[in-house]
């Protein structure tokens, strides 16, 4: 690259107390929360002018899986627990916990994932595709975003744990940085999910 | 950041020949200098070049347009007609489905991939890290990830006119729910917006990092040049306002490809045929979303062309900026303000008086920050010592343009005369005259002040004046007819402005209007010819050709890989000019007490 030296990238700056990087995370979340709040108030307008919610009838809880999502609930919540784990362990110059905290965060997305296949599934073989009605409407494309989001995140998540780690060796200050934006980010990410659950499957 | 072995003070009279620019001693390899580069300036020079070759794009769409509106149904000139192809222009006629494709692609072009990537993609990357002092962006790599994301949505994009059905039809404003049921080349647009959004979320976060972290030594926040101050309110806007509209785009995608009906009520009939979807959906929402972002889009437009305005004129008139301090303030407030005013592009849905009344108050409120600013600038003319500079030039025609665009739009602004200017070609000619004898004036302004920054060469001072005398009378014959044709009733997005009867009575100014645009079209070789010409033959200069006070004017022009030579060092505040007992006219911030 260049060698050009760009000032604040490990050390916080004197004033606002942070690093370029995480500053500039907050900012990607800032805009991240206009990107879901556009879509969670276009979700209320929706609702709001329906006659009848889910239109077909019936209770949301009832249409869409509980259960499954009550357990996908618990596992992202680990996993931003385990993601937490692996930042410590960086805080405490351990690079072999850090990967296993970091194996597990990755693991759990993929639970994640799976579970939300099998949901996906079920509702095509239904034959409840988006274009049933807007409930299926709101329900896939919202998910499916936040889907998007936690595929960003194992994707980030993977660099940190193979190549990305190579940096641990020249300077780990910088690499623990990076490690506690990615976490910023899924734990942003798990939010969201906080979120879509109870509104989603249970209002 | 390595430093020049040379004793250097920053100050001017130095001949510096930084022909190769790396400072590191290696030559990087050409494609990794100029086309997958992550030095700012090369950037911003790639940005403001895309942005310009887009600007003339757009501008020939509407010459072509204006062939229709000027004499409709009537075969255009044999060569055009044969160049645009038999499709399109069937007999050398405009086709109506062509027209609505030159339409919507021209307000596209215009503001997301000309006007925002040149006053933001390009002024704001190659001045701003100048400006603060700073020898790069903070994310280097991020900057070229802009870069190369923004490339691939123009050319998507461009594609729309290649596909079954041709380009985007619905208006730059997409409203469904005509643009869900659009042919393919809507979907195209979508898919184009996306990474267009994408990338300029990236560049915002770029900025705003880069000037809250990234400035030098002694450079506080009022010490910051009012163009700084201007981006750092434009990035956020871009931060928080276009993620809405990436979800209407996602939205308005699902609706296309997935069959959902986010924007399709039920039982909508289309050609006698009732469409066979789910329906429930809201066309409202998009324009809510769209609007929300559009609003504060219109502030990206004009932001960063007061930014330029300020900067040249505090040059330009010898003399520091009147309230400085007033003008940062007055920005940082229509930045909010902008964002709650995005309903006045709506008096007509029927949204009720309450709401209406809300968004008619806040749009009132939002004209006193405007006019706040426009006040500064005309105050600061006075008692100058005035230099007529090109730059100069179309900085002081900035201020009764944009003066006329934003008083334009005080009717609108108010439903009462709302109802009746909605749609017509008096809204076409207010927000013109905003952003194209206003803001684009501006980007020129900064194209002719910022070139021998750029390039360490001037451009022709003549051919300089001859482009703004031209451009300025040809642009009104151009905008100030259609509020005449507004006010007469005439609608925009006419295919054929005769088909009803008020029209015909203001028709001899649709062709004044064509005249004037074409006459604006061949103002701009111009600039054409002195932007290439002066590459080679323009004269050459040192760092401060302008005798300005602001840090880009400490680099060696044009700066090299890392900027400046030394530490910049920040003493003063930005614009101190004609400082009593000083032997020169100007006081660079940069240079210390006594020097």
Not at chain 2, 297 to 326: C, D, H, Q
Request: glycine residues 10%; charged residues 10%; neutral net charge.
């Amino acid at each position: 690259m260049s060698d050009t030296v760009i000032p604040y990238m490990v050390k916080p700056h004197p004033v606002t107390g942070i690093p370029n990087g995480k500053f500039a995370i907050w900012l990607f979340l800032a805009s991240e929360v206009m990107l879901f709040g556009a879509l969670f108030s276009s979700y209320v307008l929706i609702r709001t002018g329906a006659p009848h919610w889910p239109p077909e009838g019936g209770l949301s809880s009832e249409i869409l899986d509980v259960p499954k999502a009550t357990f996908n609930t618990a596992v992202l919540i680990t996993s931003s627990i385990t993601m937490v784990l692996a930042w410590a362990s960086c805080k405490m110059k351990n690079l072999p916990k850090f990967k296993m905290w970091m194996a597990i965060t990755i693991a759990l997305s993929f639970v994640f994932l799976v579970v939300k296949y099998f949901e996906y599934a079920h509702k095509f073989e239904l034959g409840h595709t988006p274009a049933h009605d807007n409930f299926y409407a709101i329900y896939f494309t919202m998910t499916g975003l936040h889907g998007v989001h936690i595929i960003g995140g194992i994707i980030v998540n993977f660099y940190l744990l193979t190549f990305g780690s190579k940096l641990w060796k020249t300077d780990p200050e910088h690499f623990t940085n990076r490690v506690e934006n990615a976490g910023l980010y899924w734990h942003f990410v798990d939010l969201v999910w906080i979120f879509l659950f109870p509104s989603l499957y249970l209002l | 950041m390595s430093v020049d072995t040379h004793a250097h003070t920053n100050g001017n009279g130095h001949a510096h020949d930084h022909g190769d620019r790396g400072h590191g001693g290696h030559e990087l390899p050409f494609w990794k200098k100029y086309i997958f580069s992550v030095d700012h300036k090369v950037i911003g020079i790639q940005y403001t070049v895309t942005a310009l070759v887009f600007l003339l794009f757009g501008f020939c769409l509407m010459m072509l347009m204006r062939w229709q509106l000027a004499y409709p149904g009537q075969p255009a000139p044999a060569l055009i007609a044969k160049l645009i192809g038999e499709n399109a222009m069937p007999g050398g006629v405009m086709a109506p489905e062509f027209y609505n494709q030159l339409g919507a692609m021209h307000g596209t072009i215009m503001v997301f991939l000309g006007v925002v990537p040149l006053a933001v993609g390009g002024f704001g990357n190659f001045v701003m890290p100048l400006q603060i002092g700073a020898p790069d962006m903070a994310f280097p790599r991020l900057n070229l990830a802009s870069y190369w994301i923004f490339l691939p949505g123009c050319i998507l994009m461009m594609c729309g006119f290649f596909v079954q059905g041709g380009a985007a039809q619905s208006g730059w404003t997409s409203y469904p729910p005509l643009s869900d049921i659009a042919t393919t080349g809507q979907t195209v647009w979508l898919l184009a917006m996306v990474l267009i959004i994408t990338s300029s979320l990236l560049g915002s976060i770029n900025f705003i990092v880069t000037i809250v972290q990234m400035r030098a030594k002694g450079l506080t926040f009022w010490r910051l040049p009012f163009f700084v101050h201007a981006q750092l309110v434009t990035s956020f806007l871009l931060l928080l306002a276009f993620p809405p509209l990436e979800a209407a785009s996602v939205l308005q995608l699902m609706d296309r490809v997935a069959g959902t009906s986010f924007f399709l009520p039920s039982g909508l009939v289309i050609s006698g045929e009732q469409l066979k979807v789910a329906g429930g959906g809201s066309p409202l929402l998009w324009q809510h979303l769209f609007w929300f972002l559009a609003h504060p889009e219109v502030y990206v437009l004009i932001l960063p062309a007061l930014g330029i305005v300020t900067e040249v004129m505090a040059n330009n008139t010898r003399k520091p900026i009147w309230g400085y301090r007033l003008l940062v303030y007055s920005v940082i407030f229509l930045g909010f303000m902008s964002f709650v005013v995005w309903a006045h592009h709506m008096f007509m849905t029927g949204m009720g008086t309450t709401m209406s009344t809300f968004f008619q108050t806040t749009t009132m409120i939002i004209s006193i920050p405007s006019v706040v600013i426009v006040t500064c600038l005309i105050m600061s003319l006075y008692g100058g010592n005035i230099r007529f500079t090109t730059p100069m030039l179309f900085a002081t025609a900035f201020l009764p343009m944009f003066a006329i665009g934003g008083l334009t739009g005080l009717p609108l602004g108010l439903t009462a005369s709302d109802i009746y200017l909605h749609d017509t070609f008096y809204v076409i000619g207010h927000f013109h005259y905003v952003v194209a004898p206003g803001t684009l004036f501006a980007l020129f302004a900064g194209v002719y002040y910022w070139y021998p920054k750029a390039t360490g060469r001037q451009m022709n001072p003549t051919l300089g004046k001859l482009h703004f005398w031209c451009s300025f009378v040809a642009i009104n014959f151009v905008f100030m007819p259609m509020f005449f044709q507004g006010m007469a009733g005439l609608s925009r997005r006419l295919y054929d402005p005769t088909v009803y009867m008020h029209g015909r009575g203001v028709q001899p100014l649709n062709v004044v209007i064509s005249m004037g645009a074409w006459a604006l079209g061949a103002s701009q070789i111009f600039f054409i010819i002195n932007f290439f010409m002066s590459l080679k033959t323009g004269e050459k200069v040192l760092e401060n050709p302008w005798n300005a006070t602001t840090l880009e004017w400490a680099a060696p022009s044009p700066p090299g890989h890392g900027n400046f030579l030394t530490e910049p060092v920040v003493y003063r505040e930005p614009y101190e000019y004609s400082v009593p007992g000083h032997a020169t006219d100007y006081s660079p911030q940069f240079v210390a007490e006594g020097n």
